[in-house]
Nanobody, 121 residues
Framework: QVQLVESGGGLVQAGGSLRLSCAAS????????MGWYRQAPGKQRELVAA???????NYADSVKGRFTISRDNAKNTVYLQMNSLKPEDTAVYYC???????????????WGQGTQVTVSS
């Protein structure tokens, strides 16, 4: 089994910054895409940013130019640097990873437990 452990959420004023981290551990052969999603109360979970093992990134239009996703493949860790935060960024942020097991070479997807980000106006 693979575990994703997130950290770095919290309360920040509008215009501030936060950095989220997510570390994957377990019986992993390789990790393909890693990403951050968020879910605000009463809304569906949405993709915030994703990054492939080769470093190709993809962002939601609402965070382009403000958020930066990066990863350290040696540490199986993905980061989300969030700048110029807005109240509408308030949500629970979830880490996701698509990983391949060395036991059967199948690709699976796992989620972290979520970390709360609250931006006050």
């Amino acid at each position: 089994q693979v575990q994703l452990v997130e950290s770095g959420g919290g309360l920040v004023q509008a215009g501030g910054s936060l950095r989220l981290s997510c570390a994957a551990s377990g019986n992993i052969f390789s990790i393909n895409a890693m990403g951050w999603y968020r879910q605000a109360p009463g809304k569906q979970r949405e993709l915030v940013a994703a990054i492939t093992s080769g470093g190709t990134t993809n962002y939601a239009d609402s965070v382009k130019g403000r958020f930066t996703i990066s990863r350290d493949n040696a540490k199986n860790t993905v980061y989300l640097q969030m700048n110029s935060l807005k109240p509408e960024d308030t949500a629970v942020y979830y880490c996701n990873a698509d990983w391949k097991s060395p036991l059967d070479w199948r690709t699976r997807s796992s989620w972290g437990q979520g970390t709360q980000v609250t931006v006050s106006s």
